[in-house]
């Protein structure tokens, strides 16, 4: 079931021109420098300090490190952090 649903995924996406993100529920990054990072289509926050910031997703997990971290915004799905981005991690659970 999980191969037909892969190529009706990428079939949706090529013919109906719709983003990846949306259709294979992926996580949406905007970076902005060191400054700021706007994730989307997250599953929920696993650990936080002032120098990480650990997400859910999907398919894994996110690891975002530096130092200063503030959280700007939280909602369900979207957060936006702030503070010196110094890497960003995915690793596959």
Known sequence: MGKLRQQVNKWMMQ??????DVVMDL???TMIGQLHI???NHRGVK????EQLTLKLKQGVIHIKGSEFVIKTILPEEILLEGTI???DFENE
């Open 38 to 40: 706007y994730i989307e």
């Open 27 to 29: 996580p949406r990054i």
């Open 86 to 88: 110094s890497s960003v």
């Open 47 to 50: 650990a936080f300090s002032n």
């Open 15 to 20: 013919n109906l021109e719709l983003p990846a």
